[in-house]
């Protein structure tokens, strides 16, 4: 059974640089077959695709937020990571990573808890 | 990108009644080559992730109750439960996985009349 676990700073100020792990268990990210997804949810809102990874580093991004964002994948740590620069409190909202199929592209078929990032001087 | 737009924003459904939710895309996500349509239903409770439900419009994801049932091809789709249960009372959403950026329908939440 395949487990996704996100964490994360919790609490931060504008203008810094959001960090965020997901580590993967019960499957290995290097075994290939799958996006690597990040979504997050704005409180009490939709969700909002940020972007995936493949184990090889090939990466898309949601064009809303691809001048600030940077994902990346560990195999070494089975992980992968997300950086969001120059956040602002409209980057509030709980954040997801999640797996889907690479050929063909599937729906996201495991999904981690999320993890809350607060955005607030 | 592809515009997801669900409706009705909210209903209100008698336990044991059928409670349906539409979800059109501003584009087809039917791909030609395969013949399938790139859409997803996925189920919100609070507190909790999205649940996966249904892919390809209407494959069942495993282990979800067969009262669950979407249907529609090209750019207009429905999710349809058959029988609301108490433990149905969700937020559900629709995804496009066609292309990206992957969108999701605004969200329609089902609740107990």
């Known amino acids: 059974q395949v487990q996704l676990q996100e964490s994360g700073p919790g609490l931060m100020k504008p203008s810094q640089t959001l960090s965020l792990t997901c580590i993967v268990s019960?499957?290995?990210?290097?075994?290939?077959?799958?996006?690597w997804s990040w979504i997050r949810q704005h409180p009490g809102k939709g969700l909002e695709w940020i972007g995936d990874?493949?184990?090889?580093?090939?990466?898309y991004y949601n064009p809303s937020l691809q001048s600030r964002v940077s994902i990346s994948v560990d195999t070494s740590k089975n992980q992968l990571s997300l950086k969001l620069g120059s956040v602002t409190a409209a980057d509030t909202a709980v954040y997801y990573c999640?797996?889907?199929?690479?050929?063909?592209?599937?729906?996201?078929?495991?999904w981690g808890q999320g993890t809350l990032v607060t955005v607030s001087s | 990108d592809i515009v997801m737009t669900q409706s009705p924003d909210s209903l209100a459904v008698s336990l044991g009644e059928r409670a349906t939710i539409n979800c059109k895309s501003s584009?087809?996500?039917?791909?030609?080559?395969?013949?399938?349509?790139?859409l997803a239903w996925y189920q919100q409770k609070p507190g909790q992730p999205p649940k996966l439900l249904i892919y390809?419009?209407?494959t069942r994801e495993s282990g979800v109750p067969d009262r669950f049932s979407g249907s529609g091809s090209g750019t207009d789709f429905t999710l349809t439960i058959s029988s609301l249960q108490a433990e149905d009372v969700a937020v559900y959403y629709c995804?496009?996985?066609?292309?990206?950026?992957?969108?999701f329908g605004g969200g329609t939440k089902v609740e107990i009349k």
């Open positions: 999640a797996r889907s199929a690479v050929t063909p592209r599937g729906a996201f078929d495991y």
């Open positions: 019960g499957g290995s990210i290097s075994r290939g077959g799958y996006y």
């Open positions: 990874i493949q184990y090889s580093g090939s990466t």
């Open positions: 584009q087809s996500v039917l791909y030609s080559s395969n013949n399938e349509n790139y």
């Open positions: 390809w419009a209407s």
């Open positions: 995804q496009q996985y066609y292309n990206t950026p992957l969108t």
